[in-house]
Structures are given as structure tokens and as C-alpha cells.
């Protein structure tokens, strides 16, 4: 069975940085793409960043670009966002997803993990 | 970047009714359209794929269709399990843009 598990959010101050994990089991996690979607309270769905199968390609929307860093550890099985200077708009639940075969669509999604911009 | 426009925002139906949600992009996408289901408090669950492919363990009440800009999501003989928020994907150009959601209640 796929998991996805997320952990590391939490409150942090406006301008801080913040990184969270995903921990991936139930399937070959290197041969995968993988990624990061959030979604603000009461909101809608906006995707953050996705990472290649080796880590050497990485894809960031222009909301989130030079501020997010994705990377993984495939020996760990493991899935990493790192958010720097972050802002009250980043608050969101932040879902790792799975990208199937390379195809740009989610077929996988952990249960999130919530992280809150706020002073 | 492409915006994905979805109607209606908010629908509401009774047990055994045909629902259809529609979703519109700003260009064409060529089918690579998905929709996900959110139940409330729950993280989203791929339902169809490129359009019209269902996903493994969706019941077959759930069906897509489209092409072009135009795409929809047909549920047919609701269930009390389908009240739930719709979203439409592209995944043809980055960034790949999902609609506003469609909330699903019972009548």
C-alpha cells in the first residue's frame, strides 16, 4: 500500500524558514517524481514544487521560486521542502504527492502536514 | 499560465441524481485533464486521469469527458459518500493549475 507521511509543520514568524519531510513507503520511491502541493484554509489547490527521480531536475511555479527548495533522499525514501522567507501567504496545508509514471498529475497524496505564517 | 475555471462553485442534489461539474481552460490542454475528489478533512484522491481514464477502485459511477478547453465530470446515481469538493487539474503546461473546486452537497 503507498504512504505518504508528512511531518515538520508548525508556527513559524513571517521572514523564518521552516523545512518539512515526507516519509514515502509501499512502493519504489526512486522511480518516481515526486512533489509538494498546498492548499490555503478554505481554499483551493496550488502546486508548489516537483523534483525528478535522481534529484537533478527540480520545478517550482513563480509564487514560490528561490524561496522553496525540494529535494528527496531515495535511500531514505524520503521527501524534503525547504521554505525560506516565508510570508503570512505561505500558510497551508502542504500535501507530498506522487507524479505517476512522468506524467504531471497526482496519483498519490499524504494527509498533510499544516504550517502557519504568522507573528 | 493557464487558468482552470470550474462551475458551478457549489451544487446541491439528492441521492440518485446524474451531477455534472464542468471545467474550462484558458487554452487548449489536449486532454491532460484530471479531476480529485476532497471528502471533508481528508486530502485529495485522483478520480480520472487524461480526461476520461478512470482511476484503479473508482466506482464506475464517476465518468470524464472533453476535449480541448472544455471538460467535464459526470457522477451518475449519487451517493451519500460522493458530498465532497471537486477539483480539475492541467497537467499539460507547468505550472500545472487546478481549478477553484466544486462543492458537492446533498439536497
Known amino acids: 500500500e503507498v504512504q505518504l507521511v508528512e511531518s515538520g509543520g508548525g508556527l513559524v514568524q513571517p521572514g523564518r524558514s521552516l523545512k518539512l519531510s515526507c516519509a514515502a513507503s509501499?512502493?519504489?520511491?526512486?522511480?518516481?517524481?515526486m512533489a509538494w502541493v498546498r492548499q490555503a484554509p478554505k481554499k483551493g489547490l496550488e502546486w508548489v514544487a516537483t523534483?525528478?527521480?535522481?534529484?537533478?531536475?527540480?520545478y517550482y511555479p513563480d509564487s514560490v521560486k528561490g524561496r522553496f527548495t525540494i529535494s528527496r533522499d531515495n535511500a531514505k525514501s524520503s521527501l524534503y521542502l525547504q521554505m525560506n522567507s516565508l510570508k503570512s501567504e505561505d500558510t497551508a496545508t502542504y500535501y507530498c504527492?506522487?507524479?505517476?509514471?512522468?506524467?504531471?498529475?497526482?496519483?498519490?497524496w499524504g494527509p498533510g502536514t499544516m504550517v502557519t505564517v504568522s507573528s | 499560465d493557464i487558468q482552470m475555471t470550474q462551475s458551478p462553485a457549489s451544487l446541491s442534489a439528492s441521492l440518485g441524481e446524474t451531477v455534472t461539474i464542468e471545467c474550462l481552460a484558458s487554452?487548449?490542454?489536449?486532454?491532460?485533464l484530471a479531476w480529485y475528489q476532497q471528502k471533508p478533512g481528508k486530502s485529495p484522491q485522483l478520480l480520472i486521469y487524461?480526461?476520461?481514464s478512470l482511476n484503479d477502485g473508482v466506482p464506475s459511477r464517476f465518468s470524464g469527458s472533453g476535449s480541448g478547453t472544455q471538460y467535464s465530470l459526470k457522477i451518475n446515481s449519487l451517493q451519500s459518500e460522493d458530498v465532497s469538493i471537486y477539483f480539475c487539474?492541467?497537467?499539460?503546461?507547468?505550472?500545472?493549475?487546478f481549478g477553484g473546486g466544486t462543492k458537492l452537497e446533498l439536497k
Open positions: 504527492a506522487r507524479h505517476p509514471d512522468r506524467w504531471w498529475y497526482f496519483d498519490f
Open positions: 487554452e487548449d490542454i489536449y486532454s491532460n
Open positions: 523534483i525528478s527521480t535522481s534529484g537533478s531536475r527540480t
Open positions: 509501499g512502493f519504489t520511491f526512486s522511480n518516481y517524481y
Open positions: 487524461y480526461a476520461n
Open positions: 487539474q492541467q497537467n499539460y503546461d507547468s505550472p500545472w493549475t
